[in-house]
């Protein structure tokens, strides 16, 4: 197989004032484990 590049993709954060940051991570059991969520844009260059 043989892979071809098509384009760039650039991803970043947005700083969102509902939670006052570009992200938020919960870990809800004192723990490693957790889950996050953000907001974004993206572009792609070809």
């Known amino acids: 197989m043989r892979l ?3 384009c760039d993709m650039g991803l970043a954060y947005r ?3 509902f939670y006052q940051g ?3 991570v919960a ?6 484990e957790a889950s996050a969520y953000g907001e974004g ?3 792609i260059l070809i």
Request: with cysteine; aromatic share 16%; proline share 6%.
């Open 15 to 17: 700083e969102e004032s």
């Open 41 to 43: 844009d993206g572009w």
């Open 22 to 24: 570009k992200f938020v």
């Open 4 to 6: 071809e590049h098509l």
């Open 27 to 32: 870990c809800p059991y004192e723990s490693q």
